[in-house]
């Protein structure tokens, strides 16, 4: 072939499709043609993350599944930590944390999230892989649609849900999983023995995933996600995001056979490969927009492009628009957006540090008895009453020796604590003591007193806990 | 009103005012008629499930049978239900008994607080923490005896306090002095003429040799720092219950000491229950 007749034949292969892909309105199926690339096999790469959502809960340590979030019995197990509502405040601190970290990467890079990310886009790409794999490209799904029922597409349509139904099961179950013993799960499940919370979290999965991913795909970008419609006003002209260099594409024009381009013609040929490969059928040379999830999909598409037509890459590319349009980009460390993001991260990071490094395995909370505060004995003391409650979070019972700082208070007695109390585990326990001290040696209306109490388990490692109360007698 | 129907086709009702202003009559729209047939529908169903329709003696029963009254008993009997197995073990041991057995005056504790409202605090105040002319329950001094049993039976049976009238008997000088030696004994301090008077005015009859009190009498301990009737002056209040007693007859400065009984209106168990809750104030003994 002559080298014209290549180019002639590459021509037409590259309009070709151009006026099957069009913009997203919401009225057609959209069905992106898939091609590979850099950003194809970075998407491919970031979808393999959630890997770890299938296999996390079968992951064990010692005899119990390394992360359990054990629901009926208040407590949560990553690995070797165990957290009770008592430390629910972290979790405060967990999710800040990962808001901010929402915001910093958007306004830094767009919607990384969703996508490289998010499950939407994730099992989307996987549901509509198995499409492809089984009813083919673009055209013939185009077809395939308009087609009337015959056995063929009964045959591959039976096929492809049932794929996806396998896939969406799969999810529900590893969903389930993190709940309960994993392995459990498994056998539960067929023999009809798990309790039915999991057959209806298990079936509402099956039905949402096959929903979302496989019906309404891109739609749920457009009109169910809030995150969606708040971007606009999380990035701004410094937010480096896919984006069409306007100047140098514009005006666009196709390229004609045996005719030279008009002089004011720009670089973009008009081939309309970033809208066939767009997952939510959007045109980016319109400029970002909300149906845009950033997956970079049209930048390998375009850059494909112009290396066919022998013109540089980058017509698409990842600038912000204030790149694009020449003008000077502040450096990321002199943004403000950058110092307060990282700002609120640090606390949020500082908030979760020092509550698991500040974690006891036993705790100690004093309640002073309300009424009476205090009572009057026949010997002259003054006694007061106190309800202690031990939390005890390991994994087994403790006996634990209740004690009260004396140093303030001379001829102080305690009651209640001559025994060893029995701290159960995974709770509290507990305990109501009284404190005596003869009412010539108190010296405030109410005083400070320090309440601890220390144990050991069967490895003879030693456990204590603090808290400080008052003590309360009459007025001065 | 127009006598002559100028839009005759449009089925009007006639009523034509201001030559074109005209009453309509259109069916109301669909989704009116569906929800009006709905009610009727379900009220026909409510009346089949629920009582509904008043009679004279009786009223309509439903097919279930369903009474606001019915669940309400319902639920009473499944929290009754699960407090038995605590109840029995209650009913079926002594206080002292109870005691002993941690869990079970867990229970009490947790569950007495109702009965104790209910009965006590209008006068112990709630924790026992006593109130004016009201003993404190939450401290060791018990004038009829702090075990368990002796609790026990103060609840069921009720205690009236006794105690002479002494103004007539002793001269306003002997009032003082002995007054002042009992106050002077709570704060640890001797006086031999307050002593010899305490003795040779028989006080240590009730009071004991030692001023201790006797729990059989219900006599007050003057020895201790609590007393069971409190006033800002401490020394006057001890004068007013020398010279008027406790429950004296005809005195009208006398004190009022009684605690009713409360066999008749609580079950045995209860009083069980009332006794172990008292206990575990604090000043059992």
């Known amino acids: 072939m002559s080298e014209k007749q290549i180019q002639e034949q590459s021509l037409e292969e590259l309009y070709a499709e151009a006026h099957e892909h069009t913009i997203n309105v919401g009225d057609v199926k959209i069905h992106a043609k898939r091609m590979g690339g850099k950003f194809r096999n970075l998407k491919w790469a970031s979808n393999l993350l959630w890997i770890v959502f299938f296999i996390g809960p079968f992951l064990r340590l010692g005899d119990r599944q390394a992360i359990l979030l054990d629901i009926p019995n208040r407590q949560f197990h990553i690995f070797n930590l165990t957290l009770l509502p008592q430390d629910l405040w972290m979790l405060s601190f967990v999710l800040l944390f990962f808001a901010i970290l929402l915001a910093v990467v958007t306004a830094l890079a767009g919607r990384v999230w969703c996508g490289f990310f998010c499950f939407q886009t994730v099992w989307t790409d996987v549901f509509t892989w198995i499409e492809e794999k089984l009813e083919g490209g673009p055209a013939k799904r185009r077809k395939l649609e308009k087609a009337p029922w015959n056995s063929a597409k009964i045959i591959v349509r039976l096929k492809k849900y049932s794929l996806w139904i396998l896939v969406a099961f799969l999810t529900g179950m590893s969903f389930t999983a993190w709940f309960t013993d994993a392995y459990q799960l498994w056998v539960d499940f067929f023999i009809l023995n798990a309790a039915s919370t999991v057959y209806i979290t298990v079936s509402m999965f099956v039905v949402g995933t096959f929903f979302l991913a496989g019906i309404l795909r891109e739609q749920t970008c457009f009109w169910l996600c809030p995150y969606a419609r708040i971007q606009a006003v999380m990035i701004d002209d410094t937010t480096i995001v896919p984006s069409y260099d306007v100047k140098r594409g514009e005006k666009r024009g196709r390229i004609l056979k045996n005719k030279p381009a008009p002089e004011d013609q720009g670089d973009c040929v008009d081939c309309n490969q970033c809208v066939a490969v767009c997952p939510t059928g959007v045109d980016i040379r319109g400029g970002q927009q909300e149906g845009c999830i950033m997956c970079g999909l049209c930048l390998d598409a375009c850059d494909a492009v112009m290396e066919k037509i022998n013109k540089p890459t980058g017509l698409i590319k990842y600038a912000s628009w204030d790149g694009i349009m020449g003008k000077e980009e502040l450096p990321l460390l002199k943004r403000p957006r950058v110092w307060v993001y990282s700002a609120i991260l640090m606390v949020s990071v500082i908030g979760v540090t020092l509550g698991l490094s500040g974690m006891e395995s036993l705790e100690l909370k004093v309640l002073h008895a309300r009424q009476p505060l205090f009572v009057l004995q026949s010997d002259g003391t003054i006694q007061n009453r106190y309800t202690l409650k031990v939390l005890n979070k390991m994994n087994a019972d403790m006996n634990v020796i209740i004690s009260v700082d004396k140093s303030e208070f001379k001829g102080l007695k305690l009651l209640g604590a001559e025994k060893e109390v029995v701290a159960v585990h995974g709770t509290v326990t507990p305990v109501t003591i009284f404190v005596k001290v003869p009412k010539k040696n108190l010296t405030e209306k109410s005083q400070p007193i320090l309440f601890t109490v220390k144990g050991k388990d069967s490895d003879g490692n030693e456990y204590k806990s603090n808290r400080e109360s008052v003590f309360i007698g009459p007025k001065r | 009103m127009s006598e002559n129907n100028p839009f005759p086709d449009e089925g009007n009702t006639g009523h034509i005012w201001d030559d074109n202003l005209r009453e309509l009559s259109n069916p109301p729209p669909n989704w009116w008629m569906m929800a009006w047939y709905a009610s009727i529908a379900f009220v026909i169903g409510y009346g089949l499930i629920y009582p509904m329709i008043p009679l004279a003696n009786t009223f309509t029963k439903g097919l279930t049978g369903w009474t606001a ?217």
């Open chain 2, 69 to 285: 009254i019915s669940e309400f008993n319902e639920a009473v009997a499944e929290v009754e239900a699960m407090r038995k197995p605590n109840e029995d073990k209650i009913a079926a041991k002594t206080a002292k008994e109870i005691l002993a057995d941690d869990e079970l005056s867990a229970y009490v504790e947790a569950s007495g607080k109702v009965l104790f409202g209910d009965n006590c605090a209008a006068c112990h105040a709630t924790g026992g923490a006593g109130n004016d002319g009201y003993p404190v329950l939450a401290d060791d001094d018990w004038l009829y005896g702090g075990t368990i049993e002796q609790i026990q039976a103060t609840i069921a049976n009720g205690r009236k306090g006794m105690m002479t009238a002494h103004a007539a008997t002793l001269s306003e000088a002997e009032i003082d002095t002995l007054a002042s030696y009992v106050v002077g004994l709570s704060e640890g301090k001797a006086d031999e003429k307050g002593k010899a008077l305490f003795q040779s005015k028989a006080c240590f009859a009730c009071h004991g040799m030692d001023a201790k009190g006797m729990a059989a009498l219900g006599s007050a301990n003057l020895t201790d720092g609590i007393w069971r009737f409190t006033e800002a002056d401490q020394l006057a209040s001890a004068k007013r219950t020398i010279a008027h007693g406790v429950n004296a007859a005809g005195d009208a400065e006398t004190r009022n000491a009684e605690m009713p009984a409360f066999k008749d209106k609580l079950s045995e168990a209860d009083i069980k229950k009332m006794a172990v809750y008292v206990y575990k104030f604090g000043g059992g003994k």
